[in-house]
Structure formats: C-alpha cells, structure tokens
C-alpha cells in the first residue's frame, strides 16, 4: 500500500516582492486553515523567508517553508551566497537544489549539487532533489541516462537513513514553463523507473518510502490526473503557484 503523504510545493522563483508575499500567505493560511491532507511547501526567494517564516509561527497551519537553493558551507568568503544554517534561522524545513535553472543558467553540476544535498542534510534541512532531462535527450532516447547518472552522483555518500529526508522532483526541462506539461503515462513511466534506480541504490524499502514529485507546467487542469499516478507523490509547480487561488485550488481539488 502506498502510504507516502503527498508532498506539494510552489518553487516561486524569482517572483514577488516582500509585500506581495504576505498578501499572498495571509490569503493561503485561511485557505489551508483546517487542510492536513498533504505536505504543502511554499519556496520564496531568500527575501521573502523572514517575512513569510513570521506569518508561519504565528498560525497553527501545516504550510512549510522551503528555500529555492543553498551554498555548501555553512559560512565564509561566498559573497552573494545563503548557507543552510542561515536558512534554519527562518524555520526552512526544505531546500531546493539542483534546479534545472540553476545547472542550465548558473552551471552547476551533478558533483556540486551532491555537495548542497549532503550540506543540506547534515544542516537537517530536507533536499528537493531536482533531476529530469531535455528535449533532445527525450527524443533520442537517452532520459534513462541522464536520470541515472543525477541520481547516482546526486545522491553519492548520502546513507540510507537520509534519504528518507530527502524529496526527488522530476522536472523534464521541456516541459518547465512551456505549457506542455508531461502526461500521465510520460511521467508515470519515470517516476518508476526513478523507483527502481533508488532500489537499486539503496533498497527496496527505501525506494518504496521516498517522495518523487513532478514539476512542468502543473495547472488545475492536469493536477489531479498526474498525482493519480500510482508512483507521483506530489508536485513541484511554478508559474501556477503564484496565483494564490490557482495554487489553493491545486491543493484542496487535487489531494482532498
Ligand atoms: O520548480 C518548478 C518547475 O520549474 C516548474 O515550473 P512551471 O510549473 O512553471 O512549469
């Protein structure tokens, strides 16, 4: 029986002044105000964590706080950078690493990523692993190789009994902010043979406890079908966790 708690979480990006943020988790936190079904995380720009980690602490809701990345050192020369004991300051419970923004953009590789997933961990913060692979590897046939080689180096020295601390996101790079999110069957299809890789990583059991999201181009349309899927455990959406009502209707219509 699957008895994994679904895990939703809105990756803002690089989205919303502090203002808007409040206005936006004043509205949420009535919204979810009697809602536990599952996990929902909210991951604003490093800005907004002070604001929204006070809005939290002062409500009894089950919304936590996630941040979009950390630096793997916990202090030092890294001008520009946020270490994830900075981020237990704001009560972040989660971190996403690994973005594809992030590799594509910023140039990070499997191997630095590793690093931010075990800084995280050993900070006890939760990774949100993000993996997936691009248009062309699809269409040639090579995501079984790309989604192997990021998780095999992702999660190299992490043990066993972390990983139940850690969350994988699924995201197919042609499927972020494109509008063509995956199907059900398209990510079904990954999200087990993400599984089996974890299995064979590290066990059976383990594979079987761990949370494998999907993020691209998630909508109140296609919500509920994609988390159907027997081995999709949840979501990691961007553009439509920015309206605060299309991201509450997401939640309460697809996981009551
Ligand atoms: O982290 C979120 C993903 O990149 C998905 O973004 P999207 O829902 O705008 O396609």
Redesign the pocket.
């Known amino acids: 029986m699957n008895v994994r708690k679904k895990i939703i979480a809105g990756?803002w990006?690089m989205n919303k002044t502090v203002s808007e943020a409040k206005a936006f988790v004043h509205v949420l936190l009535k919204e979810l105000e009697e809602y536990s079904a599952a996990d929902v995380v909210i991951c604003p720009p490093f800005t907004a964590l002070q604001a929204i980690c006070d809005l939290l602490s002062q409500s009894s809701s089950h919304v936590r706080l996630g941040a979009q990345n950390l630096f793997p050192a916990s202090h030092g020369p890294y001008t520009g950078e946020i270490s994830p004991w900075m981020l237990r300051e704001f009560f972040c419970h989660y971190v996403?690493v690994g973005?594809?923004?992030r590799r594509i953009h910023l140039g990070e590789t499997d191997l630095f990523i590793n690093k931010k997933v075990k800084a995280a961990l050993s900070a006890s913060l939760h990774p949100i692993l993000?993996i997936g692979e691009n248009l062309e590897e699809r269409q040639q046939g090579l995501w079984k190789e790309k989604i192997s080689q990021q998780l095999q180096i992702g999660l190299k020295e992490v043990e066993e009994k972390q990983l139940a601390d850690c969350v994988i996101?699924y995201?197919p790079i042609w499927?972020?902010?494109?509008g063509k999110n995956a199907t059900p069957e398209q990510a079904q299809e990954v999200h087990l043979f993400i599984r089996e890789e974890i299995s064979r990583l590290f066990s059976l059991q383990s594979a079987q406890k761990l949370r494998i999201q999907y993020?691209?181009?998630?909508s109140p349309e296609n919500a509920q079908e994609l988390l159907l899927c027997p081995d999709i455990d949840g979501l990691?959406?961007?553009?439509?966790?920015l309206d605060v009502r299309t991201f509450c209707s997401i939640i309460l219509n697809s996981t009551a």
């Open positions: 990756n990006k996403i973005h594809s923004e993000c996101a995201e499927a972020i902010g494109t993020g691209g181009s998630v990691l959406i961007g553009g439509a966790s």
